[in-house]
C-alpha cells in the first residue's frame, strides 16, 4: 500500500526558505504516468495546488507560486521535495504531498499533512 | 487563474440526495473532462471521492456521483448518511499544465 509522510520544519521565519520533504513508501516514486504533488492549506481555508514532478525531474507550477517555488525529486531515496522563498505570514498552511496521473488532478494518496508556522 | 466557485455550504437531511456545484470558465472545467472532487473531515487528509469527472475510486461508496455540464461540475450523494459531513473540494486541470480548486462546500447532515 502506497504511503506518503511529510517532513520538515514546523517554524519558518519571515522571508526565510521553507523546506519539506515527501518520503514515499511501499512503491517506487519513479513509477511511470505518476507525478507527485504539492497541496497546501492555510488554516480554515481551502485547498490551493503549489506545484508537481515527475521522477525525470519534470515540473510544473501554480503560476502565483512559481517565482518562489522549486521542487525537486530524488529517486535514490524515494523522495521529492519543496522548497518556498521569501516566505511571509501568509505561507501559513498545512501542506501536503500526493500523488497524481498528470495531467489530471486526481490526488491519491495523500499525506498526512504538516503545519508550517512562519513566524519571527 | 481563479479559484473555482463552490457555495460555501450545503445541509440536508439523512436519507435526502445533495448536489454541489463547482463552477468554473471554458479554460478549466468546461474545456477538460479532468475535474476531480475531495472528502475532507477536520484535522484529516482530503480524500478522493471522484476523478475524471464521473469516476469512483475503488472503495467510494456509490452513494458518491460525479457529473458535468458546461462549465459546471457537480457532486451528488445520495442516501446521505451523518458521516458524509465533512468539507467537499473539486479541482480540475486548467490547461498549460496547471490545476485549480475549488474554494470548498461545508456539508451539513441536519
Known amino acids: 500500500q502506497l504511503q506518503l509522510q511529510e517532513s520538515g520544519p514546523g517554524l519558518v521565519k519571515p522571508s526565510e526558505t521553507l523546506s519539506l520533504t515527501c518520503t514515499v513508501s511501499?512503491?517506487?516514486?519513479?513509477?511511470?504516468?505518476?507525478?507527485w504533488g504539492w497541496i497546501r492549506q492555510p488554516p480554515g481555508k481551502g485547498l490551493e495546488w503549489i506545484g508537481s514532478?515527475?521522477?525525470?525531474?519534470?515540473?510544473y507550477y501554480n503560476p502565483s507560486l512559481k517565482s518562489r517555488v522549486t521542487i525537486s525529486v530524488d529517486t535514490s531515496k524515494n523522495q521529492f521535495s519543496l522548497k518556498l522563498s521569501s516566505v511571509t505570514a501568509a505561507d501559513t498552511a498545512v501542506y501536503y504531498c500526493?500523488?497524481?496521473?498528470?495531467?489530471?488532478?486526481?490526488?491519491?494518496?495523500w499525506g498526512q499533512g504538516t503545519l508550517v508556522t512562519v513566524s519571527s | 487563474q481563479s479559484a473555482l466557485t463552490q457555495p460555501a455550504s450545503v445541509s440536508g437531511s439523512p436519507g435526502q440526495s445533495i448536489t454541489i456545484s463547482c463552477t468554473g470558465t471554458s479554460s478549466d472545467v468546461g474545456g477538460y473532462n479532468y475535474v476531480s472532487w475531495y472528502q475532507q473531515h477536520p484535522g484529516k487528509a482530503p480524500k478522493l471521492m471522484i476523478y475524471?469527472?464521473?469516476k469512483r475510486p475503488s472503495g467510494v461508496s456509490n452513494r458518491f456521483s460525479g457529473s458535468k455540464s458546461g462549465n459546471t461540475a457537480s457532486l451528488t450523494i445520495s442516501g446521505l448518511q451523518a458521516e458524509d459531513e465533512a468539507d467537499y473540494y473539486c479541482c480540475s486541470y486548467a490547461g498549460s499544465s496547471t490545476l485549480v480548486f475549488g474554494g470548498g462546500t461545508k456539508l451539513t447532515v441536519l
Open positions: 475524471d469527472v464521473s
Open positions: 514532478i515527475y521522477y525525470s525531474g519534470s515540473t
Open positions: 500526493a500523488r497524481h496521473v498528470y495531467p489530471k488532478p486526481g490526488f491519491d494518496p
Open positions: 511501499g512503491g517506487s516514486i519513479s513509477s511511470s504516468s505518476y507525478y
